[in-house]
C-alpha cells in the first residue's frame, strides 16, 4: 500500500499547517472557546473556503477528496492547534448524508461543505456510553411523518448547530442493532430543546430533548430501521479522524519544549545549555 500523499494532499496540509501555526495559537483558541458558541464561526467559513471541509467529502458529493488520507491530513493539522471549530461532527454527518441521503437531503451536505451551516451528531444517551445501539429515544409513526420522543447527551455544538442527525428507535427491543433509524432534524422544529454547557478541554455541548417533534417522511435518512450500520460507518470516520488529530497534538507537543529549551534565557544562556533538561528532551 502507498502511503505517500499525493501533491494535492501536500499541498492541502502544508497550506493548513501553516494556518493554524499563524492564525490559531493557544490565545486564539482560548478567545474561541469563550463564544456563544464555543468555537468562531468566521473562522468555519475561513477553513470552507480553504477547502478543508471539502477535503472531507468526495468529489461526487460536492467536496475535494473524501478518502481516509483526506481526512488524516486535515485533521493532523487541526490537532496540532486542538482546533474547536465542529469538524468532528460535519464529517460524520455528512458522511451518513453522503451514503444515503436523498437528493434533496444532501442540499444539507452543500451547506456544511461550504461553511453556511453546522451539523451535531445526537446519538449518545445518558446511559448509553459508547454503546451506538442502545438507544431509547423513540420515534413512532404519525400520519404521513413520524413523531420523536427522546433525550440524548453530550452533543458537542449543540446549542447553536443548524441540524441534527438523531438516532431514534423505530423497532425492536432496546439494545437491539435492527430497529434503530436516524432523522435529519432542524434544530429549530418545535419540540427541540438544547441545554448547552462548557466543555472540560474548551468549546460547548449540549443535552438536547425532543417532545412530540413532528418530522415529516423526508426527514428519514436511509431506511427505517437500517440505521445501526450508517451510524458506525459515520463514526469510523470519526475515529479516524480524531486519531489523526491527536498525531498532530502530539508531533505538535513534541516540537514545543525544544524550541522554548532553545529561545528561554532566564540566566543569559538557553535553558537547553543546562545538564538538567537535556536527557528528557533526548
Not at 454503546?131 to 420515534?139: F, I
Not at 449540549?206 to 415529516?216: H, I, P, R, S
Not at 459515520?234 to 529549551?261: K, Y
Amino acid at each position: 500500500m502507498n502511503f505517500e500523499h499525493t501533491e494535492d494532499r501536500r499541498m492541502l496540509s502544508d497550506m493548513l499547517r501553516r494556518f493554524v501555526a499563524e492564525q490559531y495559537d493557544f490565545a486564539t483558541r482560548e478567545r474561541h472557546a469563550r463564544m456563544a458558541q464555543g468555537y468562531n464561526p468566521e473562522f468555519w467559513r475561513r477553513y470552507a473556503e480553504l477547502g478543508a471541509i471539502g477535503a472531507l467529502f468526495a468529489e461526487e458529493h460536492g467536496g475535494l477528496g473524501g478518502a481516509g488520507f483526506d481526512i488524516s491530513v486535515v485533521f493532523e493539522a487541526l490537532g496540532r492547534g486542538l482546533v474547536l471549530e465542529p469538524f468532528l461532527d460535519a464529517l460524520m454527518v455528512g458522511s451518513a448524508i453522503a451514503r444515503a441521503g436523498s437528493p434533496a437531503q444532501r442540499e444539507a451536505l452543500d451547506g456544511l461543505i461550504a461553511g453556511g451551516i453546522t451539523a451535531a451528531l445526537a446519538a449518545a444517551e445518558p446511559t448509553s456510553g459508547y454503546a451506538l445501539n442502545d438507544v431509547r429515544t423513540r420515534a413512532e409513526r404519525s400520519g404521513d411523518g413520524w413523531a420523536l420522543n427522546g433525550a440524548k447527551a453530550v452533543v458537542t455544538g449543540g446549542e447553536h448547530a443548524d441540524l441534527f442527525l438523531v438516532s431514534a428507535r423505530t423497532g425492536g427491543a432496546e439494545d437491539d442493532e435492527s430497529g434503530i433509524s436516524l432523522f435529519l432534524v432542524s434544530a429549530g422544529t418545535p419540540g427541540v430543546t438544547a441545554r448547552g454547557y462548557d466543555l472540560i478541554d474548551g468549546g460547548r455541548a449540549a443535552e438536547l430533548t425532543f417532545e412530540n417533534v413532528a418530522l415529516g417522511a423526508d426527514s428519514l435518512l436511509g431506511e427505517a430501521g437500517a440505521g445501526h450500520a450508517l451510524l458506525e460507518h459515520a463514526t469510523g470516520r470519526g475515529i479516524l479522524a480524531l486519531c489523526a488529530e491527536a498525531v498532530g497534538a502530539m508531533d505538535c507537543a513534541r516540537d514545543a519544549p525544544p524550541a522554548s529549551l532553545r529561545t528561554r534565557r532566564p540566566f543569559g544562556v538557553p535553558v537547553g545549555r543546562f545538564p538538567a533538561p537535556q536527557p528528557r528532551m533526548a
